[in-house]
């Protein structure tokens, strides 16, 4: 029997659970494995059951559990049943140390003005973006991600947004032009 445990944040314990428990119960029945709730605790078991195929499916059930407790909304989260769709969990607090003004400059660097600059890497890599606690998750395909990540450490690493920005269109427009030459052949 495959099990995998994960902690969930008190506040993300309901939007895991959802409304009457539908949440859960379609984490449940897409990937047929079972999630039992400790909301004492906080903790989530993720188990396989008789009906469970995908050798994968409890994996992907903790990645959509550790999804949702970083603040994505389930339905992105659910994402990351499919193959090839992966979460990368920045603690950003690694580059700012213990001071909460570093903590909230560097958020404050990620999200931009009104916005901008997660949303420039939202559209520009194609991935989803959820900044909550100390921590910045990236959820997409394996190269969506690795291209979104890049962006991020660029702004962890103090670089300029704009040198960050020219990055982002660079990457889009050379995706663009693969997507394109895929439907030439």
């Known amino acids: 029997m ?8 008190k506040d ?6 959802g409304k009457e428990g539908n949440t859960k119960e379609v984490i449940e029945a897409s990937l047929n494995v079972t999630l039992e709730i400790d909301s004492v605790d906080s903790s989530i078991q993720i188990l396989d059951n008789e009906a469970t195929t995908d050798p994968l499916a409890v994996w992907k059930g903790r990645d959509i559990v550790k999804a949702i407790a970083r603040g994505f909304a389930p339905e992105k989260a659910l994402r990351l049943k ?6 990368e969990i920045i603690d950003i607090s690694g ?10 400059r560097m958020k404050a660097r990620l999200i931009g003005q009104e916005g901008k600059t997660r949303r420039s890497i939202e559209e520009n890599t194609g991935v989803y973006i959820s900044i909550y606690g ?9 190269d969506e991600v690795y291209d979104a990540k890049k962006a991020v450490m660029m702004l962890l690493e103090g670089k300029p947004h ?3 920005y020219r990055y982002l269109e ?3 427009k050379e995706r663009k032009e693969q ?3 895929k439907k030439r052949m």
């Open 170 to 172: 660079k990457i889009h």
């Open 95 to 104: 580059f700012v140390g213990d001071s909460k003004n570093g903590l909230h």
């Open 12 to 17: 993300r314990l309901a939007v895991l659970i």
């Open 162 to 164: 704009s040198g960050v």
């Open 134 to 142: 100390k921590t910045i998750s990236i959820l997409g395909t394996f």
């Open 179 to 181: 997507a394109f030459q």
């Open 2 to 9: 495959n099990e995998e445990y994960v902690k969930v944040p």
């Open 82 to 87: 499919d193959d090839g769709v992966i979460v």
